[in-house]
């Protein structure tokens, strides 16, 4: 089963930098283990292919790191209510 919250990467099992073998190779050992005819569900099996979906398409990937760095950003900057020596 695939969990929520969990970036596309990580629903395949990659490092954000694979190349495209390794996306390729990450898919098809995670697709296996969710696959619903090995035990898995239909759901975590589309969620592992809209992933490698996402990730295989070079514009598709670009979009999806350039708004995950962003959300990322969002979420480490401080607000106005941290002291300051918690930010250093």
């Given at each position: 089963?695939?969990?929520?919250?969990?970036?596309?990467?990580?629903?395949?099992?990659?490092?954000?930098?694979?190349l495209?073998?390794?996306?390729r190779?990450?898919?098809?050992?995670?697709?296996?283990?969710?696959?619903?005819?090995k035990?898995?569900?239909k759901?975590?099996?589309?969620?592992?292919?809209a992933?490698?979906?996402?990730?295989?398409?070079p514009?598709?990937?670009?979009?999806?790191?350039?708004?995950?760095?962003a959300?990322?950003?969002?979420?480490?900057?401080?607000?106005?209510?941290?002291?300051?020596?918690?930010?250093?």
């Amino acid at each position: 089963e695939v969990a929520e919250g969990l970036s596309l990467y990580q629903v395949l099992g990659c490092e954000q930098g694979a190349l495209f073998a390794e996306l390729r190779a990450c898919f098809k050992r995670r697709a296996l283990s969710v696959h619903p005819d090995k035990g898995g569900s239909k759901e975590a099996f589309q969620q592992v292919l809209a992933a490698f979906e996402t990730l295989a398409d070079p514009v598709a990937r670009a979009n999806y790191d350039r708004r995950h760095a962003a959300a990322d950003r969002a979420r480490q900057k401080p607000d106005d209510s941290t002291p300051a020596w918690q930010t250093q």
